[in-house]
């Protein structure tokens, strides 16, 4: 959980970029950081929900047979 709150604070800190952009980039921002927080907590406190690493695995695992 600690993972979670820590890589949440350093997307917060490109806050600065974001700030100075049109409104719709600042909506979408925190889409992708609510998105972001809630997804990593399911994954943290819920055996069953798949961790983002396990779904990058799940998409490119072709990738993985081609390489070896």
């Given amino acids: 959980m600690i993972a979670v709150l820590l890589f949440?604070?350093?997307?917060?800190?490109?806050?600065?970029?974001?700030?100075?952009?049109?409104?719709?980039?600042r909506r979408i921002y925190f889409v992708i950081l609510l998105f972001y927080l809630v997804w990593n907590t399911l994954a943290v406190s819920w055996a069953g929900w798949p961790n983002p690493n396990d779904m990058i695995q799940f998409i490119f695992g072709w990738a993985d047979r081609i390489t070896q």
């Fill in 8 to 25: 949440a604070g350093l997307y917060l800190m490109d806050w600065s970029s974001v700030r100075s952009s049109k409104k719709t980039i």
